[in-house]
Nanobody
Framework: VQLQASGGGSAQAGGSLRLSCAAS????????MAWYRQAPGEERELVAF???????NYADSAKGRFTISRDNAKNTVYLQIDSLKPEDTAVYYC???????????????WGQGTQVTVSS
């Protein structure tokens, strides 16, 4: 099982970016999927998560400009970031709680991280 994140890059303040993260491998079930970010010199923080039924939850800092969504058929989670600000600059990591085929338990898997850089 692996997660592959994409969609990061450089953008101007006020612009938008859409991050994607696809889970692949021998998967039985994908439960919660989430996005975290880690700014330089800071600890990794939760941005938002979504349940398998599509319920969503956002960090206070992400409410209003961030939208998390998922496509269960593709085992993919998205993060739309609008009205980008320089303080959004960070490495964004996706995470998912995945039950591999043949396993009775779900495990937390992490993507490799994608850099988002916002200039003013």
């Amino acid at each position: 099982v692996q997660l592959q994140a994409s969609g990061g890059g450089s953008a101007q303040a006020g612009g938008s970016l859409r991050l994607s993260c696809a889970a692949s491998g021998s998967i039985d079930r994908v439960n919660n999927m989430a996005w975290y970010r880690q700014a330089p010199g800071e600890e990794r923080e939760l941005v938002a998560f979504t349940t398998s039924r599509g319920m969503t939850n956002y960090a206070d800092s992400a409410k209003g400009r961030f939208t998390i969504s998922r496509d269960n058929a593709k085992n993919t989670v998205y993060l739309q970031i609008d009205s980008l600000k320089p303080e959004d600059t960070a490495v964004y990591y996706c995470a998912a709680d995945i039950q591999p085929l043949g396993s009775p338990h779900a495990y937390r898997y992490w993507g490799q991280g994608t850099q988002v850089t916002v200039s003013s």
